[in-house]
């Protein structure tokens, strides 16, 4: 059974950082593209982050750039984001996501399995 796990969201100040994990099991995840999406309330679920399967490639959405990076480990089936220079707009419930597909890594639809979310929270 496929599991993702995430954690590390919490409340922090603007201008914080955080690091969130999402640990996958139930099967190998190394030929699997990896990817963080968020959801604030009232609002579509949205891409923020992205790493194909063997991290040499990367795609962020353009309000993230600079601030956030993606990171994945094959061997701990893991990946990571780091999100500093926090605004208040970050503000939403995170998801980790893994997909076979790597053609458009910024897409929900490539993603095969989803995790349950974790919140951050930016206070101004």
């Known amino acids: 059974q496929v599991q993702l796990v995430e954690s590390g969201g919490g409340l922090v100040q603007a201008g914080g950082s955080l690091r969130l994990s999402c640990v996958a099991s139930?099967?190998?995840?190394?030929?699997?593209?990896m990817a963080w999406f968020r959801q604030a309330p009232g609002k579509e679920r949205e891409f923020v982050a992205a790493?194909?399967?063997?991290?040499?490639?990367?795609e962020y959405v353009d309000s993230v750039k600079e601030r956030f990076t993606i990171a994945k480990d094959n061997f701990k089936n893991t990946v990571w984001l780091n999100l500093n220079s926090l605004k208040f707009e970050d503000t939403a419930v995170y998801y980790c996501?893994?997909?076979?597909?790597?053609?458009?890594?910024?897409?929900?639809?490539?993603?095969?399995?989803w995790g349950q979310g974790t919140q951050v929270t930016v206070s101004s």
């Open positions: 996501a893994v997909g076979r597909s790597t053609v458009d890594l910024r897409s929900l639809s490539e993603y095969d399995y």
């Open positions: 790493v194909n399967w063997n991290g040499l490639r990367k």
């Open positions: 139930g099967r190998s995840f190394s030929s699997y593209a």
